[in-house]
Each structure stands twice: as C-alpha cells, then as structure tokens.
C-alpha cells in the first residue's frame, strides 16, 4: 500500500502540468539541495578544527554541546515557515477502502522526507563519531547520536503539529520572532544562556546516558500527538484552514486615478487576499536589509557610488522586480473575465505604473533611513528610485508581455518555482546592470555625481514619457494578448 | 447584430470551429447545442476576442471585432469561473464590474435589490471570496454581473449548469422576458428542455459547423433527441 502511494506521489512529481518549462528550476533546487547537503558533511567532517577556528582557546566539546539546542531551536522555527504540510496529497484516498491508520502512518512517513531532517544529522553525527566514539565509551556516545535523533523527530513533528493548529502561520512566525529576539537578548545580556543549557544538558548525558530517554519520550509523544490530532481531523475541510468572516473593502483615496485607481484597488487586494503574493511582497521587505551588506564607509569616502548602485536600485525597486518578475501571471484565474469586459487598456497599465511608482515611493522613504550613514547614501538612493519607476518598471512590464505562464495565488512563495521560467528569471538582470550603462560612462568623463544626476534624468526622462510607453506596452500586448490568455487558462 | 464569415478554428490540425456564413438577427434568443467537442465554447471566445480565429471574420453591429474594442459597450457575458475574480466579495465584484460602465455602488446596490429572490440569500453579505462559494453559487454571480451590465448582446455558456432546480427555473423565466426587451441573446446548453423552451431559434453544431439551424417550433425537442440519440 505505501509503495503505491509513494509512486503515485512520485507519479505526481513528474506528471505535474507545467513541468517542461520549470526542469531548469528542478535542477537548479536539486543542486541547492546538493550543495546543502555537501556543505553540511563538510561541516560536520571538520567540527572540531571550525570550532578551534572560531573559538580558540574553548574547550571543543563544551561548545559543540552549546551549539546543540540553539541549532535546534532555529531549525524549529525555520520549519514553522518552510516545511510543507502533506496533507493534501491523501484527499483522494480518503473515501477508498483504506483504514485511517493507514493514511495517518503515510502521512507521517512522507513527513520525515525532508531536508531540514538530514542536515543536522550530518552536521552532529560525524563529530560525535569522530570525537566521542572513542573518549566516553560506546553506550554513552549511542544515547548521545540517540538523542539527537529524537531531537529531529521531535521538531519534525512539532513543527507539523503547530502548523497543523494554526494554518495562518504569519502570527506564528512573528511571535517566534520575538522569541528568538528575546533569547538572544537574554543570552546577551547574561540572563539565562541556552548554549550553556545546552552544555550542562549533553554533558549531563555523556555522563548519565539514561538521561536521553527523556528526548525519546518526548519525541514520541509528540509523534503521538500528532497522530492522534490527524486521527480526529481526517476530513477535507478541517485538513484545510478554517474560514473567517471576510468584508468588502474599498480604497477612496485611489479615487482619484479614476478606472486605473480602480484597476489598481483590485491589485492591491490580490496582493492581501492571496497567500503567494502576500509572502512574495513580504519577502521585499527583507532584502531591505541588503543595504548592511554593501553600505561601507570607505566606499562612501571614496565616492564609489556604482559599488552603491546595485543594492540601491534593489532595494528601491524589489516589488517591481520581484512582484513584476510574474506579472500578468498574477491575474490568470480572472484574465478571460478582465479581457471580456470594459476595461481600458490604458488604465490597465497606468494602474500597473502606478503599483509600481507608489511601492517604490514607500521602499525608498524606509530606506532613506541608511541616509544616517551618509548624505550621499541618499543621492544614490533618489537617482536609483527615479531609476525605478521611469525605466525599470517599463523593462517588466514589457517582459509581461511575453510571459504566458499561469501563477496558482494559494500556494506560498517560498521555494515555489511555478510561473518561472527563465525569461523570466533573467529578467532581472537587465534591470540590474542597464543603469551601469549610464552610470559608467558618465562617471568616467566626468564624476560620479555627475553620474548620478545623469541617471536621476534619464529616469525622469522615462517618467515624463510614460504615456510613450504606455502606448508602445498595449500595442505589444494587443500582438500576444491571444497567447497569454491561452497559456493562463492552461494551469 | 453578429455576422460571422468563413470563421476557421484548428488545434493541431482538427478543426474545431469552421462557419461558413452565420448572421444572429438583433433582439434574438437562439441557443447553441451539441456534445462536447462541438466548438460551442470555442465559438464563444473568438466572439468575445479571447481567442484568435484562424480565418475568417466576426463582425458585431458591422464591425471587425478584432480591430476595435467598440462591441465591448453593449455585450455582457459570462463563460465560466475564469470571468470571475475569486479574491474579491461578491458585493466588490458586482462594484468593480458596475463601476467599468460608469455605475455608482448605490445603483449596483439598488439592481441587486431586483435579483434578490434570484439570489435566494446565498450570495449577498456572505462575507466569503468568490473562491469560496460553491459553483452554482459563482454562476449565479457571474450571470447577474453580466445582465447589470444592461447590455444589447448577451452570451452565457451553459448558464443552467451547476444551478439549483428553483434558479434554473428563475432563470428560464428571466431569459424569456428578453425578447420583449429586445435584447440578443446567445446561450450554450446540454439540457434540451430548457434550451427549446428559452429559445426561438436553435442552431446545432457537429464538430465545429452547424448541422442544423432553426426556428423553434412544438417538434423542435422532439427533432432534437432524434439527433442526438443516433449520435
């Protein structure tokens, strides 16, 4: 019986519509996956010299033990937000002669195929092996591998557990957020550690092993749990999340923009209501950090502006780029329906204009924060932003022209590849790397101010423009509109 | 009112629609049968410029429908769930389609105050997204919006489909009151009592052309089962 639900699993894998297109992507996961998987032997093979790397002069064992739990604690909250459900995938079995026992062992079964539970058991177990086999005696250093495998399981099955619980897991992540905040404050602070709990908890069973019966029971009651909450919510609309009162909402303050105000009302309300473009433009909000990694002072000094330039123009434009990436894909379940009826094509695309311009204003006003570090962080940022909404958001709105490929909204946006193709993947470079075209030259004749007055008025140049463009955008579309109407009723 | 040419549709060489000459007379209610492959939904779409014709013209009030969008101002239509727009309220989609010809909120409100008895209370302050709502329920709501839009030419593919027993009659009903409002009428459906009971003319497709075109008389259902159970 599980043999015929695993290759009807497997079936579905290879089956799935749309597949051709995304082999690329498959391959470029199963690589990340790969290289996961090598990074995390390689890590594990060499623990004890990383260790005596980053903390000279510790005692090797003391902070491997700390490590422990902390990992662990991350890698829970980590799998509150990316380990995926299987509960969809017995729907079909459910009215067959198969017993619940059954379907609720395949359940927990295909839960453990999972990366989240291979990487820490390659990370621990050749340390342990390498170091403890030998120095503490075999019984210790079996309930010591033991122990962290009930780890594994434990966090395998809680994280399905809560997952289960609560479906609208945003709150969760937020307050594991907090969480963790809290911990770290704690740690630092000198509170209450968890790596020196951590410490005293292996320590304490190298020394006692019997103590990891515990991690046993815990894991198996949670496994327990777990089947038991499956066992007595087998049916379709409990495996599903539960409904809540929805209202009609309106935006008068888009009023204004008349039928594309209203265009864009009704995207910004796919972007709330739906759970793929929802993470996907809370996912904009994080690379917000990007500027960390590349504002350094001595670039600043040295009016290295193009070193800027980059994480700028993301970080100003990353819902145009990132939420344009899929665009008009977005829209397929109702493209049929917006194509029949009345609606102008031009407000059409000064709706999607205005998205952009409007999302661009918003980032770009929370990023002039960096504008602490230097004057000219926000130089750059203004010349990128106008960047942005003059020309960037022409180049993806001319690619979603050309992209024909459906997006489902219901699925999250973490590790979904659907809808990618490389079109539109590489998409992005453009994006990124044209406004060097400007930049260079100009900074080479003259400076690298000049340079990026040079870029501020070409963006603007495209900004006055837009109704150029705009014209330009629906003839385009006018030519493939048949194509990407086919292609969105092929899901 | 529509006027179709030499109108030509394959996929991968099998011809789905192909009409020689087909005129629909304004203020008409003529209904659209056949079995499944028939080209009847294929048909729609290139009359609603969804879907490009390999050959052949479409004109509605004399124009190409393909060069201009002027047809889009006097034709409604509801085809299937994919005209429906599934993250919105029932009530913000009716807004959004009305406020397209230029319709307040207030008047949206006051038309549906007309098809209440039609809604039999399960579309209206529901507080569910049109995805939740069950298929006769997203029918009922698709079908409403395309008639609010108080349109000359009305197409609705297989509108009986989904609904319950009472709605199907309401809707029967309503259909009928058309032809006095003058109104052209193009409906697909599998049931052939309704469709020879709503409509005066019929016309029958057969892989793509029209088998058979007529005027509907007391023998018409009875012409019509002959057809199709010696299919």
């Keep these: 019986m599980y043999t015929a639900f695993f290759k009807h699993q497997w ?183 968890i790596a020196s709990l951590s410490n005293t908890v292996f320590l304490a069973i190298i020394l006692h092993p019997l103590i990891a019966l515990f991690f046993v029971f815990m894991a198996t009651s949670i496994f327990a749990v777990n089947t038991r909450y499956l066992r007595s919510h087998l049916y379709l609309e409990e495996l599903k999340s539960a409904a809540e009162q929805k209202t009609s909402t309106d ?14 009302a009704l995207e910004i309300k796919l972007i709330l209501r739906n759970k793929r473009p929802r993470s996907t433009a809370l996912k904009c909000l994080l690379f917000l950090f990007y500027g960390i990694l590349f504002y350094k002072q001595e670039v600043l000094d040295a009016n290295q502006f193009w070193i800027l330039l980059f994480p700028a123009v993301f970080m100003t434009g990353n819902l145009t780029m990132i939420y344009g990436q899929l665009m008009f894909g977005w829209q397929s379940a109702e493209f049929d329906g917006l194509l029949a009826n009345k609606i102008n094509m031009k407000a059409f695309f000064k709706a999607k204009f205005l ?21 000219k962080i926000l130089l750059v940022q203004f010349a990128a932003y106008f960047y942005n909404i003059g020309i960037s958001s022409v180049i993806v709105l001319y690619f979603a022209t050309i992209s024909y490929k459906a997006v489902d909204l219901s699925r999250g946006s973490i590790m979904n590849m659907q809808g990618a193709t490389l079109s539109r993947m590489l998409l992005s470079f453009p994006m990124l790397l044209s406004p060097y075209i400007i930049y260079f030259p100009l900074s080479l004749i003259f400076n690298p101010f000049i340079a990026l007055l040079g870029l501020t008025i070409f963006g603007l140049t495209g900004l006055l423009t837009q109704g150029f463009w705009i014209k330009l955008l629906i003839k385009e579309f006018n030519k493939r509109k048949y194509k990407i109407a086919t292609g969105f009723r092929e899901k | 009112m529509l006027e179709i040419k030499n109108l030509k549709k394959e996929y991968s060489g099998r011809i789905v629609v192909d009409i020689e000459h087909l005129i629909i007379n304004a203020g008409e209610t003529v209904g659209i049968i056949g079995n499944n492959g028939a080209g009847k939904t294929t048909l729609f779409r290139m009359l609603l410029d969804l879907i490009r014709p390999d050959g052949g ?76 709502f069950s298929t006769g329920n997203q029918n009922k709501i698709g079908i409403v919006a395309a008639l609010m839009q108080k349109p000359e030419l009305l197409i609705l593919d297989e509108p009986f489909a989904n609904l319950d027993p009472t709605t199907q009659i309401r809707l029967k009903e309503h259909l009928k009151t058309f032809k006095m409002r003058h109104l052209t009428t193009l409906i697909s459906s599998h049931d052939l009592n309704h469709i020879t009971e709503v409509c005066e003319r019929i016309i029958l497709f057969e892989k793509g052309r029209v088998i058979k075109d007529i005027q509907t008389n007391v023998d018409t259902l009875k012409e019509l089962e002959a057809y199709f159970s010696l299919q």
């Excluded at chain 2, 389609?97 to 209440?116: M, P, T, W």
């Design chain 2, 57 to 132: 013209v479409i004109l509605s009030k004399g124009d190409v429908i393909v060069s201009n969008d002027q047809w889009k101002n006097y034709t409604a239509s509801y085809l299937d769930e994919g005209f429906l727009i599934n993250y919105l309220t029932a009530e913000e989609y009716f807004i959004f389609i009305g406020s397209l010809q230029q319709l307040g909120a207030r008047e949206v409100f006051d038309y549906l105050k007309s098809y209440e008895e039609f809604f039999n209370g399960e579309i209206l302050s529901k507080g569910k997204y049109i995805r939740d």
């Design chain 1, 251 to 264: 935006y008068p303050f888009l009023d204004r923009f008349g039928e594309a105000g209203v265009l864009l």
């Design chain 1, 11 to 193: 079936m579905g894998f290879w089956r799935s519509r749309g597949k051709g297109g995304v082999i690329a992507v498959q391959l470029v996961m199963g690589f990340v996956v790969l290289y996961l998987v090598c990074f995390s032997i390689l890590v594990g093979y060499n623990m004890e010299s990383i260790i005596k790397e980053v903390f000279p002069g510790k005692d090797v064992l003391m902070v491997f033990n700390g490590m422990i739990l902390y990992y662990f604690a991350i890698d829970f909250l980590v799998r509150l937000q990316l380990q995926e459900l299987p509960t969809l995938a017995i729907v079909p079995y459910l009215h067959l002669n198969i017993t619940k026992n059954k379907l609720i062992s395949f359940l927990n079964l295909s839960a453990l195929f999972s990366i989240f539970n291979i990487i820490p058991v390659l990370v621990f177990f050749p340390f342990a092996v390498l170091k403890m086999s030998t120095d503490y005696g075999l019984f210790s250093f079996i309930m010591y591998l033991l122990t962290i495998l009930s780890l594994v399981i434990f966090n395998n099955y809680a994280a399905l557990y809560f997952k289960r619980l609560s479906i609208e897991n945003l709150k969760m992540a937020l307050i594991g957020f907090l969480f963790l905040c809290t911990i770290g404050a704690l740690e630092y602070f000198k509170v209450f550690s």
């Design chain 1, 355 to 375: 998205l952009f311009t409007i999302s661009s204003t918003i980032l770009t006003v929370i990023v002039s924060l960096y504008g602490l570090m230097s004057w």
